[in-house]
């Protein structure tokens, strides 16, 4: 199987989940030259890789079968390079399988499943809240970026549920947006536990490419979701827990 075009599959996990998306980008950069594979670079002042990750991976959560696409000056065969690649990843970045994809393919997202663990007395509440929020009609959440708004959720969500344990959101990703996994740890009043060491996993990432047979009833919503302005007030207190949270992050400043 050889082509100029790989499409890889791997896994993010550790405390490599804590690694930003653009030091993913330079650390994959590292492992190409490492390998001395003939990949194809970008334009400009500061040439890269031809790389295009399906979704980007929010900080602090793990991946289990994210997406990246790289584009190579030649044919190359795809297990020898998926071994190649395997060889320079350091712990924590598992390279699980590739595929040939044609040059003007680009995987697209379609759909994505986060999951958490749940301590057994958490169940039973995670599973009502659940309940709660698909019957509702609208779930507005706020969002500062890129411009101040309450965003309504709910065409996103293709289903919130618990199973064995686990947390479970089941979530439509268009060309418009998707929903947040934090913005749902919070809606469904399990914040604490990330705070306590509970690590939320991304399961599956799913590629409109890739998808065999479409049922027509089960298909990502068409459009932008509902909007309405944020308030002066509700603005200033949100940049304020922005703030926080970097301050948070940073740890104490030493003057």
């Known amino acids: 199987m050889f082509g100029d075009k790989l499409r890889f599959r791997f896994a993010k996990t550790g405390t490599l989940r804590l690694l930003s998306h653009h030091d993913l980008m330079r650390c994959l950069e590292r492992m190409l030259r490492r390998a001395a594979l003939p990949f194809k670079s970008t334009a400009g002042f500061h040439p890269g890789p031809r790389v295009v990750f399906a979704l980007s991976l929010p900080l602090g959560v793990a991946g289990l079968d994210e997406v990246v696409e790289i584009e190579f000056l030649k044919e ?77 959720i709910r065409p996103y969500l293709r289903n919130l549920h618990v199973v064995a344990n686990c947390l479970e959101f089941d979530l439509w990703v268009t060309g418009t947006g998707t929903a947040r996994a934090d913005e749902l ?71």
């Open 185 to 255: 740890v919070k809606l469904l009043n399990v914040a604490d536990l990330i705070d306590g060491g509970y690590v939320v996993e991304r399961t599956t990432v799913e590629l409109r490419d890739e998808v065999v047979s479409l049922d027509p009833a089960d298909v990502p919503p068409d459009g932008p979701a509902d909007t309405l302005p944020l308030d002066a007030a509700a603005i200033a207190t949100l940049t304020q827990k922005d703030e926080d949270q970097l301050v948070s992050a940073m740890g104490p400043v030493v003057e």
């Open 76 to 152: 190359l065969d795809a297990d020898e390079t998926l071994s190649l690649m395997r060889s320079q990843a350091p712990a924590g970045l598992t390279f699980t399988r590739v595929s040939v994809v044609p040059l003007k393919a680009t995987g697209v997202a379609r759909r994505i499943i986060y999951q958490l663990a749940l301590p057994a007395e958490r169940v039973e509440a995670a599973s009502q809240r659940c309940a709660e929020l698909l019957a509702q009609d609208k779930v507005w959440v706020e969002r500062m970026k890129p411009n101040p708004k309450r965003l309504n």
